[in-house]
């Protein structure tokens, strides 16, 4: 006699309804919470997103503000004014080179760029007050420190581009040079704010790319010692810019003699054909 076979029925397999009893809290090594969901004999931990304390009332009393402006102002009335160098340094692009190659790779482009600004900081013996994420602020004792610096690292850049290029990238750069007067802010890192601080950022904003401007302040302090550097520095012709929210300034650029301004024609031309 053959054989009959029988067809299974087609059974689905019931979903797992989750209740309050299959989750649980649990503690990690490190502390934190999770909430560890049981399901299908599988452990799958999903992260606490919800706030971890009880609900609270949206209306709760506010902060005290008396005590925040006693605070900010005790630290500004007792800070003495310094005169130092500023240095603003920021490399060009950086928002559209994280589009088109992703955030790793400008992460490095940026950390590349900013670690070079901050050994070179550190020889000629400034201090990097922060970082500016494309980018960092120094301050120097020394006009001529502060230039040495932005030169140095202009040399770095520009003997180490194809490498760089292979690696991250182009590598267009601007940096911004002033001294005067600043108060340093204390803090869990030390601040500074002044006249001083804007005018540096603004006098950055408005280089080409590769070009290191000086503002007047700057060239009077250092323009006989560039004599001690003549084989070494160009210093460019004047300009008259007007600086946004800072008003009209004269400036300067500044740059190693072997590679020529970088607002030239003949820089420029390299720029294309490298």
Known sequence: ?????????NIKPKKKVITDKDISVIHTLDGKEQIELVA????????QLAASRPARRADEKPLDMDVIIESVARSI?????????IMFTDLVGSTEYKRRMGHTKGFMRNRVFCDTCERGV?????????????GVMAVFESAMDAVLTALMIRRTIEANRR????LIGPVQYRIGITCGYVKEIDGDAPDYIGHAMDKGARIESVAKDNQVLIDEIVYGLIHTKIRDYSEDIIIGPPRNL?????GVSTLYEIAPKEMGLAGSIGSRLRQIFR
């Open 1 to 9: 006699m053959a054989e009959v076979k029988t067809k299974k029925p």
């Open 40 to 47: 299908a004999g599988e452990i799958s931990l999903l992260p």
């Open 122 to 134: 550190e020889r000629f013996d400034g201090m990097v007050v922060k970082r500016l994420g494309d």
């Open 242 to 246: 007007t600086l946004k929210g800072i």
């Open 163 to 166: 490498k760089l290029k292979k």
């Open 77 to 85: 009335a007792t800070t003495q004014d310094q005169y130092k160098c």
